[in-house]
Nanobody
Framework: VQLQASGGGLVQPGGSLRLSCAASGSIASFNTMGWYRQVAGKQRELVATIRTSSWTNYADSVKGRFTISRDNAKNTMYLQMNSLKPEDTAVYYC????????????????WGQGTLVTVSS
């Protein structure tokens, strides 16, 4: 199973983007899935996570602006980003932990390749 992130781009401050993270195979269950972001020269930071139960958690900096969700039928996770700010500019990575596929393979941790979000006027 591989994760493929997409949806990044250039957006003006106050604008919106929706990131997608598609799994190449069928995920039967997972512990957590989430979005992280990284700015050059800084550590990767957690943006939002979701569990199988649909429990979600957000970094304080994005609460009220970003929404994480998952479409189980499409094996895809999303990050809806509204009211974007220049400080949201980063490469966004999707992540999954404790993954069991429908064919009973187990992956401790999976990472997508990253998608660049640039917020600028």
């Amino acid at each position: 199973v591989q994760l493929q992130a997409s949806g990044g781009g250039l957006v003006q401050p106050g604008g919106s983007l929706r990131l997608s993270c598609a799994a190449s195979g069928s995920i039967a269950s997972f512990n957590t899935m989430g979005w992280y972001r990284q700015v050059a020269g800084k550590q990767r930071e957690l943006v939002a996570t979701i569990r199988t139960s649909s429990w979600t958690n957000y970094a304080d900096s994005v609460k009220g602006r970003f929404t994480i969700s998952r479409d189980n039928a499409k094996n895809t996770m999303y990050l809806q980003m509204n009211s974007l700010k220049p400080e949201d500019t980063a490469v966004y990575y999707c992540n999954a932990n404790g993954v069991y596929t429908s064919t009973a393979y187990y992956y401790d941790t999976l990472w997508g390749q990253g998608t660049l979000v640039t917020v600028s006027s």
